[in-house]
Every structure is written in C-alpha cells, then in structure tokens.
C-alpha cells in the first residue's frame, strides 16, 4: 500500500516539495510532467496537481497528504489536520490601497471595493472588524484591480512588496503569514498512518539538519568548562585533546536561530579557530 501525497504541479512550491522527498532518500521512477510519480524505494505516490485543488484533495481522501501554501488551505477548508510548518513559501496575505491612500486604520476601508483570490479569509477578517465591504473574487492579477477602476484595494499575496509598489499600492494590514505546510486527511488509515510516521521521522531529520549547524572550536584547557556551558548541543560537546598540549578541540551543534550570539559568547571566552559546518540529517 503506498501513501498518496498531492504536490503543486507546477509553481512556487513544485521544486522545493520534490527536493523535500529526495532529502528523505526517496526516489522515483518516472520524471516530472507526468500527472503521478512513484516512488521506487519507499511506499509513497505523488499526485501533481494545481495547489487550489490540493485542499479539497486531502479532505476527500483521494490523497492521503498535501503540501501547499496555508493561505490556500485556510481559504478551501477547515477540515484537513495540519502536520507540519515546511519552512518554505514564506509570504504573507496583506491588504493594500492606493500609495496615496491616507490609511489609519481598517476601519477607513469601510464601504471599499475589494479585489481577491481569498474571499473565505477576507469575508472573515472583515467581521472580525466590524468592516462592511463589496468583496470581488477574481483569480489572477487581482493587483491590477485598482488600476482599471474594479475596486478601491485589494487583498492578495506579498513576499517582497515590489508587485504592489510598481501597481501604484501599499501593504497596509497583514490578514495572515503563510508559509508551505504538510496537510493530512481527516480518515488516515492505520497502515497509512504507519507510513506516515516513518516519513514523519525523516522530515524532522531533514529540518532539524537545516535549522542546525555543526560546530568545532580550539579552547584552553581551563576555559572547557566555561564554553561547555555556551553550547547548547545535543547532550554535551565532545571534548578530544589536540596535540599542541594545554588545548582542547570542542565539537557541537548550534541551532542557527542563536548561531551567532553563541559564536561572540565563544570568542568572548577564549575560544579560537572557530569551524562552523552543515549537517546533512540529524537525528535526535
Ligand atoms: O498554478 P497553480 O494554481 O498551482 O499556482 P498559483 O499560481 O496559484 O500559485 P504560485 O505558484 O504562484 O504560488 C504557490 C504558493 O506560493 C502560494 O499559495 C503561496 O503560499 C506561496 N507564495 C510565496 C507566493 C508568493 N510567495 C508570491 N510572491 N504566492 C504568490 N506570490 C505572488 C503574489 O500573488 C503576487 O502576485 O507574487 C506576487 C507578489 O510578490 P512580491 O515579491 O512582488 O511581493
Ligand atoms: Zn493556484
């Protein structure tokens, strides 16, 4: 029996999903293009699909997994679990208006017309505020809204802003921050979820390896404890003699969110010939 999982076919997220999978070790036979792929090595299916689609996907069964962006999956459904953050995909969902827009806050948008590709959330955000607005729902360009006299703002996806700029609009309330996620469908079967769990295990090497760093470093006998209470590690850092006597190399692992507080505490308390490495999969 193979685990189903729905992939964006063509997008954003196509490559970095596969590169998930072929992080985990797993192969597969035929290349992209086709609208299914199996795996040679492990029993898993992926199903290429638009990312609209994959929600719908996940909660009916047809695939057992999803991985898509969550402004999607908060948009199509509330009835898929989510597993896991995939740290990719990042971008947020923002309200934007003219760039000359005197903007204070959401309540000066009252009476809009707003252009979108997510009217469940926007709907939403809006009652949550007590904001009347027209919502029109179009599926692409929605930043050329404004422009062409169809609406007064528009809520829609930003990553690095230059779209809305170059449409005359400034982001001006983040409804929501996304980024890709593992879906799993509500009715897992048991030997699925079986499955599930050994990818589960493989994923988490993966990221772990990604968030951390390995670390090697030169330090005088008498600072070894000092420095073994800097790095966070696994248990505690391995500790060998160098040959140069009085000395100590000192091996570790530093998650990249403190990497370099850490380093300058090091430096501070004498450590030298500072190595910093990547892990491959790391596995707790
Ligand atoms: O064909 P299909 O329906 O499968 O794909 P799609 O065109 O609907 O989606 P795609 O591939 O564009 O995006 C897939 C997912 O990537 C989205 O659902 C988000 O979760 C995520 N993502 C991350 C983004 C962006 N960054 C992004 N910048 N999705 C879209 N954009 C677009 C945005 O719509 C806008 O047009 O990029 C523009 C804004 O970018 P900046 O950098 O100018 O702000
Ligand atoms: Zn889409």
């Known amino acids: 029996m193979n685990i189903k999982v729905a992939i964006q076919s063509k997008g954003r997220l196509s490559e970095k999903s596969l590169a998930l999978f072929r992080e985990c070790g797993i192969r597969f036979e035929n290349g992209k293009g086709n609208l299914k792929m199996t795996a040679t090595n492990f029993p898993l299916e992926i199903l290429l699909l638009r990312d609209d689609d994959i929600p719908e996907y996940v909660e009916s069964g047809v695939a057992d997994l999803g991985i898509v962006g969550q402004n999607v999956v908060w948009e199509k459904t509330e009835n898929v679990k989510e597993l896991k953050n995939l740290g990719f995909g990042k971008c947020r969902l923002s309200l934007a208006v003219d760039k000359n827009f005197d903007y204070r806050s959401i309540q000066d948008i009252n009476g809009f017309e707003i252009a979108t590709s997510y009217p469940n959330i926007l709907r939403k955000h809006l009652n949550e505020n007590n904001i ?18 169809l609406a007064n703002a528009v809520c829609d ?21 996304s980024q890709a996620v593992l879906i799993v469908s509500p009715n897992l079967l048991s030997e699925k979820q079986l499955i599930l769990d050994k990818l589960s295990f493989r994923l988490d090497a993966v990221q772990k390896a990604k968030n951390n760093k390995y670390i090697l470093l030169n330090v005088p006998n008498d600072k070894i404890d000092v420095i073994s209470n800097i790095l966070p590690g696994m248990k505690s850092p391995t500790v060998v003699p160098l040959a140069e006597e009085g000395w100590s190399s000192v091996h570790s692992v530093v998650n990249e969110n403190e990497f370099w507080d850490v380093i300058e505490k090091l430096r501070d308390n004498g450590a030298q010939g500072i190595l910093v490495m990547p892990i491959e999969k790391m596995i707790i």
């Not at 996806?157 to 921050?177: A, P, R, W």
């Open 132 to 149: 009347k607005a027209k919502i029109h729902k179009i599926s692409g360009s929605v930043e050329i809204a404004p422009g062409i006299g």
């Open 157 to 177: 996806i930003v990553s690095t802003g230059s779209t809305l700029t170059l449409n005359g609009l400034k982001e001006v309330d983040v409804i929501l921050k």
